[in-house]
């Protein structure tokens, strides 16, 4: 079946930051893969979407790229700052079906 | 725009016990869903409505009944809480009816935070 793994459960950070979270993906399907950001007390949101192999999305200084060969997809931002500290989660959506990943918590120091 | 409303917003229950969890939304949305969030788990889908009178089991349907009262609400009930059991449920909807076809970005409510005792 459908799966999306997220290895980073947490990661802190000071500001100024570089950050890197990494997920990988399985289907049989032609995936289209997304990022949420889910702040304390709040559901979910979109932050961005990623369609196209190899290419970029940004959205608020973050940036998702996307690898077919290694069925591998990023987000990462330059310089994190402390509004930055949320929790981040991968998505994968094939067919019907919308695949989340366990989710990387993001502290950022002041 | 619009809202994602989920009640209520924290819900105590007792082993065994039957309970409901209610949302509405206002984007004139064809499709909701509910999903669980457990800590360290991510979010799993328990059920989800394509249309006003349709209903789908998700990947974690097993305990739990669903019923699409109306294109704005749909509701999810717990059949039998057990015990020390902790999650949040989240209801979401999507604008377009089919996700096959054409991408729609899924809208989430704040959560129902259950505690089992």
């Known amino acids: 079946g459908d799966s999306v793994i997220q290895m980073q459960g947490q990661v802190t950070l000071s500001e100024n930051d570089f950050l890197f979270i990494n997920c990988t993906y399985s289907?049989?399907?032609?995936?289209?893969l997304f990022w949420y950001v889910q702040y304390s007390g709040e559901g979910p949101q979109l932050l961005l979407q990623?369609?196209?192999?190899?290419n970029k999305g940004s959205s608020r200084g973050f940036e998702a790229t996307y690898d077919k060969g290694t069925t591998s997809f990023h987000l990462q931002k330059t310089s994190v700052q402390e509004i930055d500290s949320a929790v981040y989660y991968c998505?994968?959506?094939?067919?019907?079906?919308?695949?989340f990943g366990t989710g990387t918590s993001l502290l950022v120091d002041p | 725009g619009g809202i994602i409303t989920q009640t209520p917003k924290f819900l105590i229950g007792q082993e065994g016990q039957k309970l409901t969890l209610k949302c509405q939304q206002n984007?004139?949305?064809?499709?909701m869903y509910w999903y669980r969030q457990d800590s360290g788990k991510g979010l799993r889908l328990i059920y989800y409505s394509i249309t006003e009178n349709d209903l789908q089991k998700g990947d974690l349907s097993e305990g739990y009944d669903a019923s699409r009262e109306k294109k704005s609400s749909f509701s999810l009930t717990v059949t039998s809480a057990q015990k020390n059991e902790m999650a949040v449920f989240l209801c979401a909807s999507s604008r377009f009816r089919d996700w096959g076809v054409s991408y729609a970005e899924q809208f989430f409510g704040p959560g129902t935070r259950l505690t089992v005792l």
């Open positions: 984007f004139n949305h064809d499709t």
């Open positions: 998505a994968m959506r094939a067919g019907y079906k919308l695949t």
């Open positions: 990623v369609t196209t192999a190899n």
């Open positions: 289907t049989t399907g032609y995936p289209t």
